[in-house]
């Protein structure tokens, strides 16, 4: 999917789209996004001044935005939004800096009437930025 077919699906836009690029995709089962984290992303203003590093929480949630895609190319769950329930044994291993270029991998675990937990994992250059479980409702 590109950026396009992106904003077709997802309701998020600038500046908190975080997904750039859909490189794989099991319908209701897994998906596989691309981030190209640039200096130019609105949080590095504040976070860090002269030393930007992405926050923890973006990533988190880049990979909710991820799994959405996966979710909502399930006909019964196209018009639906997903929004977070909990966050579980998430993990930050290596910073992020501009120029880095996050590989988004999230696997949907189970959904029971519109509950949802999925596990996620971030990395750049093949080595793991960020890990962990998100729980989601379906609205």
């Known amino acids: 999917m590109d950026i396009k077919d992106i904003l077709e699906t997802l309701p998020h836009r600038y500046p908190f ?4 690029k859909i490189i794989e995709l099991e319908e209701g089962k897994k998906a596989i996004g691309i981030k190209n984290v640039t200096i130019n992303e609105p949080f590095f203003q504040g976070h ?27 006909d019964e769950y196209k018009d639906k939004l997903g929004v977070f329930t909990g966050i ?23 959904i029971r009437r519109g509950i949802g937990v999925a596990e996620g994992c971030i990395t750049a250059d ?5 890990k962990g479980n998100i729980m989601f409702a379906l609205v």
């Open 17 to 20: 789209l975080l997904v750039d």
């Open 48 to 74: 860090f001044p002269g030393n930007p590093i992405m926050p923890g929480v973006l990533m988190v949630e880049a990979m909710a935005q991820v799994g959405l895609v996966a979710l909502k190319t399930m």
């Open 88 to 110: 579980d044994k998430v993990r930050f291993k290596k910073q992020v800096v501009p120029g880095d270029v996050l590989n988004i991998e999230v696997e949907l675990v189970k």
């Open 126 to 130: 093949g080595e793991l930025v960020c």
